[in-house]
């Protein structure tokens, strides 16, 4: 029997699917401590876009612990937040035109959803969620009562109530149109449907079975909120940091969630961190209202400051105006004035040999 075996509880889960000793993990890879190597195809279920141990980030957390930069600082003003809200605003909500006040909850995606819920019953004085089939939002109270997955909800041990589901995207293989049901019983006073405070919504489902919600079915929902006055929470903590492609997996369908969820690769190196963004008027929280001691590690602040900027810094930033083509974007294209001089041309072309590398490097 192994120390895990013998000493640690039942509840153990991945490992049992991985039977080995993990003791090193670079890039995509993982070694046990026999020196086989694996690939890793689960990165941390998500927490890990960038990779294990992105040597950017591993850098700057390396700087910051030996000149010892604060680790610990409840939610004090401390320069590893404030460089981290800074770059947060600067190169995330500013470019994308999003407005939102940042709170950070306790560090997993589950104290992000419960702060959501609690926030949007707050702001509205109603008590009733919406959630959808096969959702999955985290195994606390709160998060449990708005996900799908009956095995999970039964571990709760108590009733799991006030929220009512409806039919993701394509429950009934189309056969139904949109929100058939949801608008009915919303207006059909009839109904016995509780007023919803908020609706709480996946882009695509992860725990669910990756059942992506199609563009016009999440501008749908974004539609019906707004005639119905219901908060949209799109629970961002799976898709968000660019699993989906773009940081926030909403972008796509040009929709602004009232409040979203983030957490898992927003440190970027694995190290826990959540993030609940909240639009300034909905910001009604009373000082230390959803408090706790974890809430803004800072070793998370500095790998997740150097992540954004490692990967989501403006790439016009090194001056050159430049278009991608291909059903991934995934072609640069090269499309200069025909007049463009030699000198012009091997400026241009060093800048994006440089931009690669970059990107390539992770510097
Ligand atoms: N929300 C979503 C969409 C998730 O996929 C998960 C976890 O997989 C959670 C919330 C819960 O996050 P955590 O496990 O960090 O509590």
Same mark, same amino acid.
């Given at each position: 029997?192994?120390?895990?075996? @013998?000493?640690?509880?039942?509840?153990?889960?991945?490992?049992?699917?991985?039977?080995?000793?993990?003791?090193?993990?670079?890039?995509?890879?993982?070694?046990?401590?026999?020196?086989?190597?694996? $690939?890793?195809?689960? +990165?941390?279920?998500?927490?890990?876009?960038?990779?294990?141990?992105?040597?950017?980030?591993?850098?700057?957390?390396?700087?910051? /612990?030996?000149?010892?930069?604060?680790?610990?600082? /409840?939610?004090?003003?401390?320069? +590893?937040?404030?460089?981290?809200?800074?770059?947060?605003?600067?190169?995330? /909500?500013?470019?994308?035109?999003?407005?939102?006040?940042?709170?950070?909850?306790?560090?997993?995606?589950?104290? +992000?959803?419960?702060?959501?819920?609690?926030?949007?019953?707050?702001?509205?004085?109603?008590?009733?969620?919406?959630?959808?089939?096969?959702?999955?939002?985290?195994?606390?109270?709160?998060?449990?009562?708005?996900?799908?997955? =009956?095995?999970?909800?039964?571990?709760?041990?108590?009733?799991?109530?006030?929220?009512?589901?409806?039919?993701? @995207?394509?429950?009934?293989?189309?056969?139904?149109?949109?929100?058939?049901?949801?608008?009915?019983?919303?207006?059909?006073?009839?109904? =016995?449907?509780?007023?919803?405070?908020?609706?709480?919504?996946?882009?695509?489902?992860?725990?669910?079975?990756?059942?992506?919600?199609?563009?016009?079915?999440?501008?749908?929902? +974004?539609? $019906?909120? &707004?005639?119905?006055?219901?908060?949209?929470?799109?629970?961002?903590?799976?898709?968000?940091?660019?699993?989906?492609?773009?940081?926030?997996?909403?972008?796509?369908?040009?929709?602004?969630?009232?409040?979203?969820?983030?957490?898992? =690769?927003? =440190?970027?190196?694995?190290?826990?961190?959540?993030?609940?963004?909240? &639009?300034?008027?909905?910001?009604?929280?009373?000082?230390?209202?959803?408090?706790?001691?974890?809430?803004?590690?800072?070793?998370?602040?500095?790998?997740?400051?150097?992540?954004?900027?490692?990967?989501?810094?403006?790439?016009?930033?090194?001056?050159?105006?430049?278009?991608?083509?291909?059903?991934?974007?995934?072609?640069?294209?090269?499309?200069?004035?025909?007049?463009?001089?030699?000198?012009?041309?091997?400026?241009?072309?060093?800048?994006?040999?440089?931009?690669?590398?970059?990107?390539?490097?992770?510097?």
């Amino acid at each position: 029997m192994t120390i895990f075996e @013998d000493v640690e509880s039942e509840v153990r889960s991945y490992c049992r699917n991985w039977p080995v000793v993990f003791d090193t993990a670079k890039g995509a890879r993982l070694w046990d401590t026999d020196g086989n190597s694996y $690939l890793d195809f689960f +990165a941390g279920a998500g927490a890990l876009n960038y990779g294990h141990n992105p040597e950017p980030l591993k850098r700057k957390l390396l700087e910051y /612990l030996s000149r010892d930069g604060i680790t610990h600082g /409840l939610d004090m003003y401390t320069t +590893a937040k404030g460089e981290f809200l800074k770059t947060f605003r600067e190169k995330i /909500l500013g470019p994308r035109g999003l407005d939102y006040k940042v709170q950070f909850p306790g560090p997993t995606g589950a104290n +992000a959803v419960e702060s959501a819920l609690k926030l949007a019953r707050k702001i509205t004085g109603k008590e009733a969620m919406v959630n959808f089939t096969n959702a999955f939002h985290g195994m606390t109270l709160g998060a449990l009562s708005v996900t799908g997955n =009956s095995m999970k909800r039964g571990g709760a041990g108590i009733p799991l109530v006030h929220s009512t589901p409806m039919p993701f @995207d394509n429950y009934f293989d189309g056969k139904v149109p949109d929100f058939l049901w949801f608008e009915k019983v919303l207006t059909d006073t009839g109904s =016995s449907l509780n007023e919803p405070a908020a609706v709480i919504v996946e882009t695509v489902q992860g725990e669910g079975g990756i059942n992506p919600a199609r563009i016009e079915w999440l501008q749908g929902l +974004a539609d $019906l909120c &707004k005639r119905h006055d219901i908060l949209l929470i799109v629970d961002d903590v799976q898709m968000g940091v660019g699993r989906t492609g773009p940081f926030f997996s909403f972008e796509a369908a040009g929709i602004e969630p009232d409040i979203v969820t983030i957490s898992k =690769s927003i =440190s970027g190196y694995g190290l826990p961190m959540a993030l609940v963004l909240i &639009k300034p008027e909905h910001d009604v929280w009373g000082p230390g209202e959803h408090n706790g001691t974890f809430r803004g590690h800072n070793p998370a602040f500095v790998t997740g400051t150097e992540a954004i900027h490692q990967f989501w810094s403006d790439d016009i930033e090194r001056g050159l105006l430049m278009e991608t083509s291909g059903p991934q974007s995934e072609v640069m294209k090269i499309l200069a004035p025909l007049t463009i001089t030699d000198d012009e041309l091997d400026e241009g072309l060093a800048i994006v040999a440089e931009s690669v590398k970059a990107v390539t490097s992770g510097g």
